[in-house]
């Protein structure tokens, strides 16, 4: 049984890995990463959180399976500083181990759905983007499939800095070449009034 759900966990993850590195476009991406990791761990609700290192904010970037009503909170600052994924007494992260205590004592009253959620880090050179989660789907889930889920944040990462990449590029791409338009525009009107000057002067 065990050397099964190990060959069905990695034939997943494998799945899974070529269907986001499949696109560049962003939202896309983000798509699979809630539809597959749904699939993979039979979780009906999935939830990814990205990380402004600079000021320390986890802000809900993008879920899957919730009512409006069940994220009423949709950042939280002065996070504390996770950097993997600690899988140990079948346990990966909670959001205990991420948000600060204050935080964490409103959860009940705000959203208590995330006190029923484990997270995996999406964490790629050492640098975290944010964390993926999935509800907890009570039936109890193996230490192999949180070891895959873990492996899926760290993949999950790296196609989403990929298309974040792109993105910026795509649109420094399209700046520099709408200014480089507007200058050849601008050049050909010049040239144009000096050939208008000189024809009628």
């Known amino acids: 049984m065990k050397e099964n759900e190990i060959i069905e966990s990695l ?15 962003i939202d896309e991406v983000v798509e699979l ?3 597959k990791t749904s699939i993979l761990m039979t979780a009906d609700k999935v939830l990814i959180l990205l990380l402004d290192s600079d000021k320390m904010v986890l802000r809900i970037y993008r879920s899957l399976g919730f009512d409006e009503d069940e994220l009423k909170v949709r950042s939280f600052r002065d996070i504390r500083v996770f950097d993997h994924c600690i ?6 992260l909670g959001i205990e181990d991420v948000i600060q205590e204050k935080d964490y004592r409103e959860l009940p009253n705000a959203m208590p759905v995330l006190l029923d959620m484990f997270f995996a880090p999406l964490e790629i050179k050492g640098n ?3 964390i993926l989660g999935v509800l907890d789907n009570k039936e109890g889930v193996s230490e192999i499939k949180l070891e895959v889920f873990c492996a899926l944040g760290s993949q999950a990462a790296v196609a989403i800095e990929n298309a974040s990449v792109y993105k910026r590029l ?8 709408e200014s480089l338009a507007a200058a050849i525009l601008k050049g050909l009107k010049r040239k144009r009034f000096r050939f208008m000057r000189e024809l009628y002067p």
């Open 87 to 92: 899988v140990r007494r079948g346990k990966a």
């Open 128 to 130: 975290v983007l944010g």
């Open 33 to 35: 990463i809630l539809d």
């Open 11 to 25: 034939r997943s993850f494998h799945d899974i890995s070529k269907a986001i590195n499949s696109t560049l476009d």
């Open 170 to 177: 795509r649109d420094a791409f399209l700046h520099t070449t």
